[in-house]
Protein backbone atom coordinates (compact mmCIF):
# COMPACT_ATOMS: atom_id res chain seq x y z
CA UNK A 1 0.00 0.00 0.00
CA UNK A 2 0.80 3.61 -0.92
CA UNK A 3 1.04 6.18 1.35
CA UNK A 4 -2.10 7.76 -0.01
CA UNK A 5 -4.22 4.40 0.27
CA UNK A 6 -2.69 4.18 4.22
CA UNK A 7 -3.68 7.50 5.08
CA UNK A 8 -7.19 7.51 3.63
CA UNK A 9 -7.21 5.09 5.90
CA UNK A 10 -6.00 6.44 8.85
CA UNK A 11 -8.44 9.13 8.23
CA UNK A 12 -11.81 7.25 7.69
CA UNK A 13 -10.83 5.68 11.19
CA UNK A 14 -10.38 8.82 12.91
CA UNK A 15 -14.50 9.30 12.28
CA UNK A 16 -15.10 6.43 14.92
CA UNK A 17 -13.10 8.24 17.64
CA UNK A 18 -15.48 11.45 19.55
CA UNK A 19 -14.48 14.42 21.95
CA UNK A 20 -14.21 12.16 25.49
CA UNK A 21 -12.82 8.87 24.22
CA UNK A 22 -9.96 7.05 25.98
CA UNK A 23 -8.07 5.66 23.19
CA UNK A 24 -5.03 3.14 22.26
CA UNK A 25 -3.88 3.39 18.93
CA UNK A 26 -1.75 -0.22 17.68
CA UNK A 27 1.48 0.89 15.47
CA UNK A 28 1.29 1.19 11.85
CA UNK A 29 -1.41 2.49 10.05
CA UNK A 30 -3.04 3.31 13.84
CA UNK A 31 -0.86 5.74 14.52
CA UNK A 32 -1.37 8.16 11.41
CA UNK A 33 -4.97 8.78 12.80
CA UNK A 34 -4.11 12.01 14.84
CA UNK A 35 -3.02 13.71 11.93
CA UNK A 36 -6.83 13.52 10.74
CA UNK A 37 -8.04 14.87 14.51
CA UNK A 38 -7.11 18.38 14.54
CA UNK A 39 -8.61 20.01 17.97
CA UNK A 40 -10.57 16.92 19.11
CA UNK A 41 -10.78 16.07 23.03
CA UNK A 42 -9.36 12.79 23.10
CA UNK A 43 -7.01 11.13 25.34
CA UNK A 44 -4.84 8.59 23.89
CA UNK A 45 -3.43 5.77 26.15
CA UNK A 46 -0.48 4.13 25.65
CA UNK A 47 0.74 0.41 27.16
CA UNK A 48 3.96 1.34 28.33
CA UNK A 49 2.53 3.81 31.12
CA UNK A 50 0.80 7.17 29.45
CA UNK A 51 -2.38 8.36 29.44
CA UNK A 52 -2.60 11.25 27.48
CA UNK A 53 -0.46 11.54 24.39
CA UNK A 54 -0.10 14.48 22.28
CA UNK A 55 1.35 15.43 18.83
CA UNK A 56 5.01 14.55 18.32
CA UNK A 57 7.77 16.26 19.23
CA UNK A 58 9.95 18.70 16.97
CA UNK A 59 12.86 17.10 15.71
CA UNK A 60 15.38 18.23 18.44
CA UNK A 61 12.65 18.43 21.29
CA UNK A 62 12.63 14.67 21.54
CA UNK A 63 12.58 13.29 25.12
CA UNK A 64 14.15 9.91 25.30
CA UNK A 65 12.07 9.13 28.81
CA UNK A 66 8.63 10.18 27.14
CA UNK A 67 7.99 7.66 24.41
CA UNK A 68 4.75 5.49 23.02
CA UNK A 69 4.45 1.74 23.22
CA UNK A 70 6.46 1.36 19.73
CA UNK A 71 9.53 3.66 21.33
CA UNK A 72 9.07 6.64 19.40
CA UNK A 73 9.08 9.99 21.24
CA UNK A 74 5.59 11.93 21.96
CA UNK A 75 4.45 14.90 24.29
CA UNK A 76 1.73 14.89 26.38
CA UNK A 77 -1.85 17.23 26.31
CA UNK A 78 -2.46 18.89 29.66
CA UNK A 79 -4.45 16.34 32.00
CA UNK A 80 -1.88 13.60 30.88
CA UNK A 81 -0.94 10.83 33.44
CA UNK A 82 2.54 8.28 34.32
CA UNK A 83 2.03 5.32 35.42
CA UNK A 84 3.87 1.80 35.54
CA UNK A 85 2.75 -0.83 32.88
CA UNK A 86 0.35 -2.60 35.54
CA UNK A 87 -1.64 0.16 36.26
CA UNK A 88 -2.11 0.36 32.22
CA UNK A 89 -3.17 -2.75 31.90
CA UNK A 90 -5.68 -2.39 34.67
CA UNK A 91 -7.19 0.29 32.56
CA UNK A 92 -7.09 -2.18 29.44
CA UNK A 93 -8.52 -5.13 31.73
CA UNK A 94 -11.19 -3.09 33.41
CA UNK A 95 -12.52 -2.12 30.08
CA UNK A 96 -11.70 1.51 30.86
CA UNK A 97 -10.66 1.95 27.25
CA UNK A 98 -13.00 3.01 24.43
CA UNK A 99 -11.43 2.18 21.39
CA UNK A 100 -8.44 0.57 20.25
CA UNK A 101 -7.26 0.59 16.41
CA UNK A 102 -5.57 -2.38 15.88
CA UNK A 103 -3.89 -4.03 12.47
CA UNK A 104 -4.84 -7.11 11.31
CA UNK A 105 -3.36 -10.07 9.26
CA UNK A 106 -6.96 -11.84 8.94
CA UNK A 107 -10.17 -11.13 10.58
CA UNK A 108 -13.28 -13.59 10.30
CA UNK A 109 -16.45 -13.08 10.25
CA UNK A 110 -17.15 -13.49 13.57
CA UNK A 111 -14.95 -11.22 14.62
CA UNK A 112 -12.35 -13.04 15.16
CA UNK A 113 -8.88 -11.24 15.45
CA UNK A 114 -5.66 -12.73 14.46
CA UNK A 115 -2.52 -9.96 14.15
CA UNK A 116 0.60 -11.67 15.64
CA UNK A 117 1.70 -14.71 14.13
CA UNK A 118 2.42 -16.19 10.84
CA UNK A 119 4.07 -19.87 11.91
CA UNK A 120 7.59 -20.96 10.05
CA UNK A 121 7.86 -17.06 9.46
CA UNK A 122 7.49 -14.76 11.85
CA UNK A 123 7.26 -15.29 15.79
CA UNK A 124 7.43 -11.72 17.28
CA UNK A 125 5.42 -12.69 20.02
CA UNK A 126 1.42 -11.11 21.10
CA UNK A 127 2.83 -8.18 22.98
CA UNK A 128 0.16 -6.01 24.30
CA UNK A 129 -2.56 -7.10 22.02
CA UNK A 130 -4.27 -9.65 23.43
CA UNK A 131 -5.68 -7.70 26.22
CA UNK A 132 -6.35 -4.66 24.24
CA UNK A 133 -8.17 -7.15 21.63
CA UNK A 134 -9.99 -9.11 24.39
CA UNK A 135 -10.60 -5.98 26.47
CA UNK A 136 -11.39 -2.89 24.87
CA UNK A 137 -15.01 -1.46 24.22
CA UNK A 138 -14.61 -1.22 20.86
CA UNK A 139 -11.90 -3.00 18.36
CA UNK A 140 -11.59 -1.28 14.82
CA UNK A 141 -8.86 -3.33 12.71
CA UNK A 142 -7.44 -1.34 10.19
CA UNK A 143 -5.58 -3.20 6.58
CA UNK A 144 -5.26 -3.80 3.78
CA UNK A 145 -8.40 -5.95 2.48
CA UNK A 146 -5.63 -8.68 0.48
CA UNK A 147 -2.38 -9.97 1.70
CA UNK A 148 0.72 -9.97 -0.86
CA UNK A 149 -0.31 -12.57 -2.80
CA UNK A 150 -3.45 -11.04 -3.03
CA UNK A 151 -5.31 -13.62 -1.00
CA UNK A 152 -8.31 -11.96 1.22
CA UNK A 153 -7.57 -11.11 4.80
CA UNK A 154 -11.31 -11.51 5.39
CA UNK A 155 -12.12 -14.92 5.50
CA UNK A 156 -14.88 -17.09 7.04
CA UNK A 157 -12.67 -19.05 9.60
CA UNK A 158 -9.05 -17.47 10.59
CA UNK A 159 -6.10 -20.25 9.58
CA UNK A 160 -3.74 -18.21 11.36
CA UNK A 161 -3.36 -18.70 15.29
CA UNK A 162 -6.13 -16.19 16.96
CA UNK A 163 -5.41 -12.92 19.00
CA UNK A 164 -8.59 -12.94 20.19
CA UNK A 165 -11.57 -14.40 19.29
CA UNK A 166 -14.94 -12.67 18.42
CA UNK A 167 -13.56 -9.24 19.51
CA UNK A 168 -13.94 -7.09 16.16
CA UNK A 169 -16.61 -4.68 15.95
CA UNK A 170 -15.25 -2.41 12.66
CA UNK A 171 -12.93 -3.15 9.78
CA UNK A 172 -11.63 -0.92 7.56
CA UNK A 173 -9.54 -1.79 4.63
CA UNK A 174 -8.28 0.18 1.39
CA UNK A 175 -11.61 -1.20 -0.36
CA UNK A 176 -14.62 -1.10 2.05
CA UNK A 177 -16.08 -0.84 5.74
CA UNK A 178 -17.92 -3.73 7.25
CA UNK A 179 -19.18 -4.44 10.52
CA UNK A 180 -19.27 -7.05 12.20
CA UNK A 181 -22.68 -8.08 13.31
CA UNK A 182 -24.53 -11.09 15.17
CA UNK A 183 -25.56 -12.11 11.59
CA UNK A 184 -22.08 -11.81 9.90
CA UNK A 185 -20.42 -9.05 7.89
CA UNK A 186 -22.13 -5.83 6.81
CA UNK A 187 -20.69 -3.94 4.01
CA UNK A 188 -21.17 -0.47 4.59
CA UNK A 189 -18.96 1.42 2.53
CA UNK A 190 -17.03 1.07 -0.86
CA UNK A 191 -13.65 3.05 -1.04
CA UNK A 192 -13.57 4.84 -4.65
CA UNK A 193 -12.22 3.29 -6.83
CA UNK A 194 -13.71 -0.23 -6.17
CA UNK A 195 -17.10 -1.44 -6.36
CA UNK A 196 -19.18 -4.00 -4.52
CA UNK A 197 -18.52 -6.88 -6.94
CA UNK A 198 -14.80 -6.32 -6.78
CA UNK A 199 -14.91 -5.99 -2.68
CA UNK A 200 -17.22 -9.44 -2.90
CA UNK A 201 -14.49 -11.41 -4.75
CA UNK A 202 -11.78 -10.41 -2.78
CA UNK A 203 -13.35 -11.59 0.38
CA UNK A 204 -13.45 -15.22 1.58
CA UNK A 205 -16.52 -14.57 3.92
CA UNK A 206 -20.23 -14.06 2.94
CA UNK A 207 -20.99 -10.25 2.92
CA UNK A 208 -24.08 -8.93 3.49
CA UNK A 209 -24.98 -4.89 1.86
CA UNK A 210 -25.92 -2.37 3.95
CA UNK A 211 -29.03 -0.59 2.52
CA UNK A 212 -27.54 2.31 3.36
CA UNK A 213 -24.21 1.14 1.17
CA UNK A 214 -22.24 4.47 0.63
CA UNK A 215 -19.32 5.30 -1.16
CA UNK A 216 -16.17 6.99 0.19
CA UNK A 217 -13.39 9.26 -1.71
CA UNK B 1 30.46 10.12 42.47
CA UNK B 2 28.17 11.42 44.57
CA UNK B 3 28.99 13.88 47.86
CA UNK B 4 25.72 12.06 49.75
CA UNK B 5 26.46 10.36 52.71
CA UNK B 6 26.11 6.67 52.22
CA UNK B 7 23.82 6.05 55.14
CA UNK B 8 22.68 2.74 54.51
CA UNK B 9 25.85 1.09 52.87
CA UNK B 10 23.02 0.82 49.53
CA UNK B 11 25.55 3.08 47.10
CA UNK B 12 28.21 0.94 45.32
CA UNK B 13 30.18 1.01 42.30
CA UNK B 14 28.78 -0.30 39.09
CA UNK B 15 31.97 -2.91 39.29
CA UNK B 16 30.75 -4.09 42.65
CA UNK B 17 27.37 -4.40 41.40
CA UNK B 18 28.37 -6.34 38.61
CA UNK B 19 30.18 -8.77 40.67
CA UNK B 20 26.77 -10.22 41.89
CA UNK B 21 25.78 -10.95 38.84
CA UNK B 22 27.13 -14.31 37.49
CA UNK B 23 26.45 -17.20 34.90
CA UNK B 24 23.28 -18.89 35.08
CA UNK B 25 21.29 -16.27 37.53
CA UNK B 26 17.70 -15.69 36.45
CA UNK B 27 17.70 -11.56 35.74
CA UNK B 28 14.61 -9.17 35.44
CA UNK B 29 15.44 -5.85 33.95
CA UNK B 30 13.12 -2.76 33.78
CA UNK B 31 12.00 -0.97 30.49
CA UNK B 32 10.32 -0.87 27.79
CA UNK B 33 11.67 -1.20 23.85
CA UNK B 34 14.85 -0.39 25.81
CA UNK B 35 13.24 2.72 27.27
CA UNK B 36 13.97 2.88 30.99
CA UNK B 37 16.10 -0.04 30.84
CA UNK B 38 19.30 0.53 32.94
CA UNK B 39 22.56 1.41 30.29
CA UNK B 40 25.62 1.48 32.27
CA UNK B 41 24.80 -2.27 34.54
CA UNK B 42 23.82 -3.95 31.08
CA UNK B 43 27.15 -2.36 29.29
CA UNK B 44 28.72 -3.83 32.51
CA UNK B 45 27.44 -7.24 32.23
CA UNK B 46 27.67 -7.77 28.47
CA UNK B 47 31.18 -6.54 29.12
CA UNK B 48 32.10 -8.94 32.08
CA UNK B 49 31.02 -11.41 29.53
CA UNK B 50 28.14 -12.94 31.78
CA UNK B 51 26.44 -16.12 30.19
CA UNK B 52 23.05 -18.32 30.04
CA UNK B 53 21.18 -15.92 31.74
CA UNK B 54 17.27 -16.09 32.09
CA UNK B 55 15.87 -13.11 31.28
CA UNK B 56 12.73 -11.45 32.19
CA UNK B 57 11.90 -8.32 30.72
CA UNK B 58 8.71 -6.63 29.10
CA UNK B 59 10.70 -7.03 25.47
CA UNK B 60 13.81 -8.14 24.03
CA UNK B 61 14.41 -4.39 22.54
CA UNK B 62 16.26 -3.27 19.80
CA UNK B 63 19.53 -5.42 19.16
CA UNK B 64 21.37 -2.82 20.19
CA UNK B 65 19.25 -0.86 22.82
CA UNK B 66 18.54 -2.18 26.53
CA UNK B 67 19.01 -5.61 26.98
CA UNK B 68 19.52 -6.14 22.98
CA UNK B 69 22.97 -7.07 22.93
CA UNK B 70 22.75 -9.41 25.83
CA UNK B 71 20.28 -11.29 23.23
CA UNK B 72 21.65 -10.66 20.14
CA UNK B 73 25.46 -11.93 21.21
CA UNK B 74 24.04 -15.28 23.06
CA UNK B 75 23.99 -14.34 26.58
CA UNK B 76 20.91 -15.45 27.49
CA UNK B 77 19.34 -18.92 27.47
CA UNK B 78 15.62 -18.22 28.25
CA UNK B 79 13.85 -15.10 28.14
CA UNK B 80 10.43 -14.67 29.63
CA UNK B 81 8.97 -11.73 27.48
CA UNK B 82 6.05 -10.13 25.53
CA UNK B 83 7.59 -10.09 21.64
CA UNK B 84 10.90 -9.99 20.28
CA UNK B 85 9.14 -8.49 17.56
CA UNK B 86 11.57 -5.24 17.22
CA UNK B 87 14.79 -7.38 17.78
CA UNK B 88 14.86 -9.49 14.61
CA UNK B 89 18.53 -11.28 16.26
CA UNK B 90 16.18 -12.82 18.87
CA UNK B 91 13.60 -14.29 16.32
CA UNK B 92 16.72 -15.62 14.27
CA UNK B 93 18.04 -17.17 17.34
CA UNK B 94 14.58 -18.48 18.56
CA UNK B 95 14.79 -20.13 14.98
CA UNK B 96 17.90 -21.47 15.28
CA UNK B 97 16.94 -23.13 18.90
CA UNK B 98 19.95 -20.77 20.46
CA UNK B 99 17.17 -19.12 23.05
CA UNK B 100 14.68 -20.29 24.62
CA UNK B 101 11.42 -17.93 24.90
CA UNK B 102 8.45 -17.98 27.14
CA UNK B 103 6.02 -15.70 25.12
CA UNK B 104 3.45 -13.90 27.83
CA UNK B 105 0.83 -11.43 26.84
CA UNK B 106 2.18 -8.08 28.47
CA UNK B 107 -0.47 -7.02 30.80
CA UNK B 108 -0.39 -11.24 32.43
CA UNK B 109 3.76 -10.71 32.42
CA UNK B 110 3.68 -7.34 34.56
CA UNK B 111 0.84 -8.57 37.00
CA UNK B 112 3.19 -11.88 37.37
CA UNK B 113 6.10 -9.76 38.13
CA UNK B 114 3.72 -7.40 40.77
CA UNK B 115 2.65 -11.01 42.31
CA UNK B 116 5.92 -12.30 42.70
CA UNK B 117 7.46 -8.99 44.24
CA UNK B 118 3.69 -8.83 46.60
CA UNK B 119 4.20 -12.15 47.71
CA UNK B 120 1.17 -13.35 45.99
CA UNK B 121 0.67 -17.45 45.25
CA UNK B 122 0.00 -16.50 41.38
CA UNK B 123 -2.83 -14.21 40.28
CA UNK B 124 -6.51 -15.31 37.81
CA UNK B 125 -6.41 -13.87 34.61
CA UNK B 126 -9.00 -14.40 31.53
CA UNK B 127 -6.73 -13.22 28.75
CA UNK B 128 -6.76 -16.34 26.49
CA UNK B 129 -8.75 -18.50 28.88
CA UNK B 130 -9.66 -20.17 25.80
CA UNK B 131 -6.83 -19.82 23.29
CA UNK B 132 -5.31 -22.81 22.24
CA UNK B 133 -1.02 -22.06 22.94
CA UNK B 134 -2.15 -19.85 25.56
CA UNK B 135 -4.18 -21.73 27.94
CA UNK B 136 -2.22 -24.86 27.24
CA UNK B 137 -0.77 -26.93 30.40
CA UNK B 138 -2.39 -24.22 32.94
CA UNK B 139 -4.66 -24.77 35.73
CA UNK B 140 -7.97 -23.48 35.33
CA UNK B 141 -9.84 -21.96 38.21
CA UNK B 142 -13.59 -21.24 37.81
CA UNK B 143 -14.59 -18.38 40.15
CA UNK B 144 -18.49 -17.43 40.06
CA UNK B 145 -18.95 -19.52 36.91
CA UNK B 146 -16.35 -17.68 35.01
CA UNK B 147 -13.27 -19.61 34.20
CA UNK B 148 -9.91 -18.25 35.06
CA UNK B 149 -6.01 -19.37 34.19
CA UNK B 150 -3.87 -19.46 37.00
CA UNK B 151 -0.60 -17.12 36.20
CA UNK B 152 2.44 -18.14 38.36
CA UNK B 153 4.46 -15.53 40.03
CA UNK B 154 7.56 -14.02 39.04
CA UNK B 155 10.51 -13.39 41.08
CA UNK B 156 14.89 -13.48 40.09
CA UNK B 157 17.78 -13.16 41.86
CA UNK B 158 18.63 -10.26 40.96
CA UNK B 159 16.41 -7.03 39.65
CA UNK B 160 17.64 -4.16 38.31
CA UNK B 161 15.99 -0.68 37.76
CA UNK B 162 16.24 2.29 36.55
CA UNK B 163 14.81 5.51 38.30
CA UNK B 164 15.61 9.05 37.84
CA UNK B 165 16.06 9.49 41.50
CA UNK B 166 17.33 7.95 44.58
CA UNK B 167 17.97 8.58 47.87
CA UNK B 168 20.66 6.77 50.47
CA UNK B 169 17.31 4.46 51.73
CA UNK B 170 16.96 3.51 47.77
CA UNK B 171 13.51 5.52 47.86
CA UNK B 172 13.29 5.75 43.98
CA UNK B 173 11.19 8.38 41.60
CA UNK B 174 11.28 7.42 38.09
CA UNK B 175 11.14 9.86 34.28
CA UNK B 176 8.06 9.72 32.77
CA UNK B 177 7.41 6.83 30.23
CA UNK B 178 11.07 5.45 31.74
CA UNK B 179 8.67 4.40 34.80
CA UNK B 180 7.00 1.33 32.86
CA UNK B 181 7.52 -1.98 34.59
CA UNK B 182 10.63 0.02 36.80
CA UNK B 183 8.47 0.08 39.88
CA UNK B 184 7.04 -3.71 39.17
CA UNK B 185 10.70 -5.28 39.21
CA UNK B 186 12.20 -3.20 41.56
CA UNK B 187 9.70 -4.79 43.64
CA UNK B 188 10.65 -9.04 42.19
CA UNK B 189 13.89 -9.38 42.74
CA UNK B 190 15.32 -11.57 45.75
CA UNK B 191 18.10 -8.69 45.24
CA UNK B 192 17.46 -5.03 43.53
CA UNK B 193 19.73 -2.75 42.19
CA UNK B 194 18.58 0.50 41.27
CA UNK B 195 20.83 2.66 38.37
CA UNK B 196 19.93 6.16 38.59
CA UNK B 197 20.55 9.50 37.03
CA UNK B 198 21.04 11.23 40.51
CA UNK B 199 21.31 10.42 43.87
CA UNK B 200 19.68 13.00 46.37
CA UNK B 201 20.70 13.49 50.56
CA UNK B 202 17.98 11.66 52.69
CA UNK B 203 15.29 13.86 52.86
CA UNK B 204 15.06 15.74 49.56
CA UNK B 205 12.88 13.62 48.03
CA UNK B 206 9.07 14.17 48.90
CA UNK B 207 7.42 11.11 50.89
CA UNK B 208 4.58 11.72 48.60
CA UNK B 209 6.24 11.43 45.68
CA UNK B 210 7.91 8.02 46.36
CA UNK B 211 7.21 5.43 43.63
CA UNK B 212 9.21 2.48 44.90
CA UNK B 213 9.89 2.54 48.46
CA UNK B 214 13.36 2.05 49.37
CA UNK B 215 13.03 -1.31 51.15
CA UNK B 216 12.38 -2.88 48.19
CA UNK B 217 16.36 -1.46 46.91
CA UNK B 218 19.46 -3.45 47.91
CA UNK B 219 22.06 -1.26 45.83
CA UNK B 220 21.96 1.93 44.27
CA UNK B 221 24.34 3.22 41.21
CA UNK B 222 25.30 5.91 39.32
CA UNK B 223 24.13 5.69 35.66
CA UNK B 224 26.80 7.36 32.82
CA UNK B 225 23.50 7.46 30.95
CA UNK B 226 22.48 5.97 27.93
CA UNK B 227 25.41 4.79 25.57
CA UNK B 228 23.17 3.63 22.54
CA UNK B 229 21.43 5.47 20.19
CA UNK B 230 17.54 5.50 20.29
CA UNK B 231 15.68 4.22 16.89
CA UNK B 232 14.24 7.29 16.21
CA UNK B 233 17.57 9.49 15.88
Keep these: ????????????????????????????????????????????????????????????????????????????????????????????????????VLGGLQVSEQGDLANWLVPGKRVPGVGGGMELAQKTKKVIVVMSHVNKDGEPKIVSTCSLPLTASRCVDLIITDRAVMEVTDEGLLLTEIMVPYDVKDVISHTAAPLRISNMLKCIE | MTKVRNEYGKIISIEQAVEKITDGCSLMVGGFGGVGSPPSLLQAIF???????????????????????????????????????????????????????????????????????????????????????????????????????????????????????????????????????????????????????EIVPLGELDPEEIVTPGVFVHYIVQSYGVNWKWIWE
Aim: glycine residues 12%.
Design chain 1, 1 to 100: MDLGVRERIAKRAAQELIDGMIVNLGIGIPSLIPNFLRNRRILFQAENGVLGIGKSPAKGEEDANLCNAAGYPVTVVSGASYFDSATAFAMIRKGLIDVT
Design chain 2, 47 to 197: DKGVQQLTLICNDTAFPHIGVGPLVSQGRVKKAIVSHIGSNPIAGKRLHEGTLEVEFCPQGVLVERIRAGGAGLGGILVDIGVNHEWLAKGKQTIEVDGKRFLLELPLTADISLVYAKKADPFGNLIYDKSARNTNPLVAMAGVMTIAEVE
